[in-house]
């Protein structure tokens, strides 16, 4: 139930911060607790976790790490879903320029981040840009 991970999910990060160190855990729970909240359709608050877990994991793992590319693509999809697309496409083509740096084209995490671009783009009723994203171009 998603209400529950949601519940669970704030305890562990509450008593998280009450303990000094161990950010990676605290980004962790950050990202999950944004997909329950993105779920739930409270984006606000699913937004609000993807960017502070975005910002802890970019400080402790780095931009490259697959865990902040993941968050990254989380919170962009995250926007997409509360249609503040300028935000998401911008996260969105920076987590792919990664992805495709790391990994190339044909990596599974890019192909499906150019089907993601896509959706953003025929989301926000641009479908030149979507078809283009879904053809891999």
């Known amino acids: 139930d998603t209400d529950a991970a949601r519940d669970r999910y704030a305890e562990c990060l509450e008593v998280r911060r009450g303990i000094e160190g161990d950010e990676r855990l605290e980004a962790f729970l ?34 490259d790490d697959e865990s902040t590319l993941s968050t990254m693509r ?15 496409e911008e996260l969105l083509l920076e987590a792919y320029d990664h992805v495709l740096r790391l990994y190339g084209e044909e990596h599974t ?29």
Do not use: T
């Open 30 to 63: 950050l990202h999950q607790l944004a997909s329950c909240h993105h779920d739930a359709g409270a984006l606000d608050d699913a937004i609000r976790c993807g960017e502070e877990g975005l910002a802890l994991r970019r400080e402790v793992l780095g931009e």
């Open 74 to 88: 989380q919170l962009g999809l995250h926007l997409q879903k509360a249609e503040r697309f300028d935000e998401s």
């Open 109 to 137: 995490n890019a192909v499906r981040m150019r089907i993601e671009i896509g959706l953003l783009y025929e989301a926000w009723g641009r479908p030149d840009e979507a078809e283009a994203w879904r053809g891999g171009e």
